[in-house]
Nanobody, 121 residues
Framework: QVQLVESGGGLVQAGGSLRLSCAASGRTFSTYAMGWFRQAPGKEREFVAV??????RYVDSVKGRFTISRDNAKNTVYLRMNSLKPEDTAVYYC????????????????WGQGTQVTVSS
């Protein structure tokens, strides 16, 4: 079992930055692929980024603006978000899967509670 707790969301003006954190329980954190997803009101959950031992992937809309990273010693994954846009407004979720990286939300077994990111224009 893995428990995930996100933090770092908030209200920011367009062009601003935030860093989301996701703290994971368990002693095998390094073996999990960790993903970030987001869901805006009335929209489907959307892949944002994923990181494994050797791979990072991003949805096209955040490439060059967002950076995913992990600190296995701290059991934490981060999402640094720069140049934020109003369309980035959503609840951001951290997720884990005991396998390789995947962009499909239904391939993840463990989820955090989500953290709200609101970008004002």
């Amino acid at each position: 079992q893995v428990q995930l707790v996100e933090s770092g969301g908030g209200l920011v003006q367009a062009g601003g930055s935030l860093r989301l954190s996701c703290a994971a329980s368990g002693r095998t954190f390094s073996t999990y692929a960790m993903g970030w997803f987001r869901q805006a009101p009335g929209k489907e959950r959307e892949f944002v980024a994923v990181i494994s031992w050797t791979t990072t992937r991003y949805v096209d809309s955040v490439k060059g603006r967002f950076t995913i990273s992990r600190d296995n010693a701290k059991n934490t994954v981060y999402l640094r978000m720069n140049s934020l846009k109003p369309e980035d407004t959503a609840v951001y979720y951290c997720a884990a899967r005991l396998s390789g990286p995947d962009t499909r939300w239904n391939e993840y077994s463990y989820w955090g509670q989500g953290t709200q990111v609101t970008v004002s224009s």
